[in-house]
């Protein structure tokens, strides 16, 4: 089977420009980001991230080792700089050679791949260092060389075309409005509108466009949630999507230019909030990454999550909710994305709370919880591509080692259902549970919302 | 008088202070120009107040590092704690504080008992917990499969300067009078050599070269760590 397209890292040529590229991308590191000069600085080789990484506990080798993972540009970085280099390449006048050769870069292509860039390690090391950055800086200079995984690629071209990543036109995605309508009104007795590119509408909402064909439940317990508030929405088909592969790929570039989608629709529909909802990296690079750091501090609208509202109204009894419709024991996972780079931690579980019987915790959770191993965009990709053709295939990498944490997790909790607000964590953990044979359902916090209201009239 | 008493005692001092205070100098302006984005990490605290109450924190009781991995906290704070002690005490070696004694109410032989038990203690648990850090390093896989020739000798310095240390404690006696006398002419730039102990001149030349690598290594992290846990608390 050859699914691989022309974009395909595999028989990559590497060559003395590329190798130059590396250097070129390491040596910068010198004029910044503060992050990362200091990373490379600061580094005590303690191995505390070691014992904190979901991937590193569950295949302990050194090239999982976050520092050691690190020290693939630390090394390097911190070498250029030496006076040792410095006078023996002057004498050598070799310039930059030996310091990076083409197995180094394959291995480069691999190993930043492996680290699904959680950030649990920042949360533990003595210094606070965030492997993360170090992992985003490898893959920035991967992806400028065209070594990123293809799947990866190519969803940032469908992404640049359509503006969004599943590839909908305005036909696709409407039928898919349409359908979500009609079972709207089929599970509920009454219509509910999905209103689409509504001028002067309060909110735009705005999320994963995956979830419109992997979590359509979702999506209904959102229209199914506005709805019953009363709140004046409208999706938008040319902001359908907020996921944003740019912070996986480490192309700054188009991470940007997706957030100018939301931006753009936002200030042609004048609406007063944009609402994202049940994707980590989308809210994070919303309202932390872009937003206002994008397109200035007096942008016209809020950027706030679809949690914030809903917990906001089931606090204060807007709905009538019945828990006894989601009898199965439910455990929530945290996703990175939310827990430590929003802190959005506590709404998902006042909602949850209201609309099931049994709700069960995870250990650790929150702030500490475990990456289901899916992160930084691994939950996408699935073959054995590499510049080199992988040990193993990603799925297998995340079937027994960047999964087995959060599958021990899981099992701990003997929950039916794993409440995952994040596409990448749904699909992930979904394939973990099918893989090791887990009676166990995944979706979203808004499935169990949208099974659990009880509307005016309605059923 | 040696060749040694003079390069270490009348020399190198002056060499060391310039490289320290440059090199640290260079390294802050380079993270002080070097632009910082916004990289809160949750639950980072809600105010810049809050955020350098938990910088301090982090600084004298290392909170991460507890939750993260609790016998090398346990290992690393009691070496770091007694090193600081010791660098506080070392104030003795330059000079004298009669004053603060008198206010005190303490005399001379109070003050060198205390300077032994306390000092004498710090000097036995800081080699203790240096020697365990280094067993750390080469047994626990973890830690040896990324240490490196650097880490290495960070550590090892640390050790000989610890080791020199203890011997002109508990070896032959040494006269405070002496270095005083010494460093006194030093800071007024009418320095004679070194005093002669070869003990002293090992310690003080090891220490000397220690001060100067800060800003060429990990030990980095004295100043960094200010900067690294600004980054992620910051909202």
Redesign the interface.
């Known amino acids: 089977m050859n699914t691989i397209s022309k974009n395909s890292t595999q028989g990559h040529e590497i060559g003395q420009a590329e190798m130059d590229k590396v250097v070129a991308a390491v040596r910068a590191i010198?004029?910044?980001?503060?992050?990362l000069?200091?990373?490379m600085?600061?580094?005590?080789?303690?191995?505390?991230c070691?014992?904190?990484c979901h991937v590193?506990e569950a295949d302990?080798e050194?090239r999982t080792?976050p520092?050691?993972r690190s020290?693939l540009i630390r090394?390097m970085f911190n070498e250029d700089g030496s006076v040792i280099r410095k006078i023996a390449s002057a004498l050598s006048s070799k310039g930059s050679a030996g310091l990076i050769d083409k197995k180094t870069v394959e291995e480069w292509a691999r190993d930043f791949y492996e680290c699904s860039g959680c950030?649990r390690c920042?949360?533990?090391?003595?210094?606070?260092?965030?492997n993360s950055?170090i992992t985003r800086k490898g893959r920035a200079i991967l992806h400028s060389l065209g070594l990123t995984p293809t799947r990866l690629v190519d969803t940032q071209e469908v992404s640049n075309k359509f503006g969004n990543d599943e590839g909908f036109n305005r036909a696709a995605f409407m039928d898919v409005i349409n359908f979500l309508e009609e079972e709207l009104e089929e599970e509920h007795g009454v219509p509910i509108k999905i209103p689409v590119d509504k001028e002067g509408a309060e909110v735009l909402y705005c999320g994963a466009s995956a979830d419109f064909q992997n979590s359509p439940d979702t999506v209904m317990g959102y229209a199914a949630f506005f709805h019953a508030a009363g709140i004046d929405w409208t999706m938008s088909y040319e902001a359908c999507d907020a996921a944003n592969m740019g912070l996986f790929t480490g192309d700054d570039p188009h991470m940007k230019a997706k957030n100018k989608v939301l931006h753009d629709a936002c200030m042609k529909l004048g609406v007063k909030k944009l609402v994202i909802g049940e994707c980590g990296h989308a809210y994070r690079i919303a309202k932390?990454?872009g937003g206002s750091?994008y397109w200035g501090k007096d942008i016209p609208y809020q950027i706030t999550n679809i949690f914030y509202l809903a917990a906001d109204l089931v606090k204060k009894g807007a709905f009538k909710l019945d828990p006894s419709r989601n009898p199965i024991p439910v455990t929530y996972h945290d996703p990175c994305n939310f827990?430590?780079?929003?802190?959005l931690?506590e709404e998902p579980r006042e909602l949850i709370r209201a609309c099931v019987s049994d709700f069960r915790e995870m250990t650790p959770n929150?702030?500490?919880n475990w990456c289901c191993g899916g992160g930084g965009g691994l939950a996408n990709l699935d073959s054995a591509e590499g510049v080199k053709k992988r040990e193993t295939s990603f799925q297998e990498y995340r079937m027994n080692i960047g999964g087995k944490k959060k599958l021990e997790q899981i099992r701990a909790t003997g929950a039916g259902y794993v409440a995952a607000p994040c596409a990448n964590c749904k699909r992930h953990i979904d394939q973990l549970m099918e893989y090791h044979k887990m009676d166990v359902k995944v979706g979203g916090v808004f499935d169990l919302l949208n099974r659990a209201l009880v509307l005016k009239n309605g059923n | 008088m040696s060749a040694a008493q003079v390069f270490i005692g009348v020399i190198l001092p002056y060499v060391t202070v310039v490289v320290f205070v440059v090199g640290i100098v260079y390294r802050i302006k380079k993270w002080n120009k070097a632009p910082a984005g916004k990289m809160t990490l949750f639950s980072a605290p809600a105010t810049p107040s809050e955020k350098w109450k938990q910088i301090l924190k982090e600084v004298l009781v290392f909170k991460q590092l507890f939750d993260g991995n609790k016998s090398l906290w346990a290992g690393t704070w009691i070496f770091h704690a007694a090193l600081l002690l010791i660098i506080v005490g070392h104030s003795r070696v330059v000079t004298d504080f009669p004053l603060l004694w008198a206010a005190l109410g303490m005399s001379n032989a109070n003050v060198d008992t205390m300077s032994n038990v306390v000092g004498g203690a710090a000097g036995v648990i800081v080699l203790a917990m240096g020697i365990y850090l280094l067993v750390r390093r080469l047994l626990v896989t973890r830690v040896a499969e990324i240490s490196d020739t650097e880490d290495y000798v960070c550590l090892g310095l640390i050790l000989a300067i610890v080791i020199s240390g203890d011997i002109l404690r508990f070896g032959p006696h040494f006269d405070l009078n002496v270095s005083r006398e010494y460093f006194a002419g030093l800071l007024t730039f009418q320095g004679g050599p070194a005093p002669s102990n070869p003990w002293f001149l090992i310690h003080f030349f090891l220490g000397q070269i220690l001060i100067m690598y800060v800003p060429f290594s990990k030990f980095l992290h004295i100043p960094g760590i200010f900067y690294s846990k600004s980054l992620i608390y910051q909202r």
């Open positions: 010198k004029d910044g980001p503060r992050s000069q200091l990373y600085d600061l580094c005590a080789k303690c191995g505390t070691a014992t904190q590193s302990p050194r080792n520092a050691g020290d090394k950030r920042a949360k533990f090391c003595p210094f606070g260092i965030d950055v932390f990454i750091n827990a430590r780079s929003t802190g931690t929150r702030d500490a």
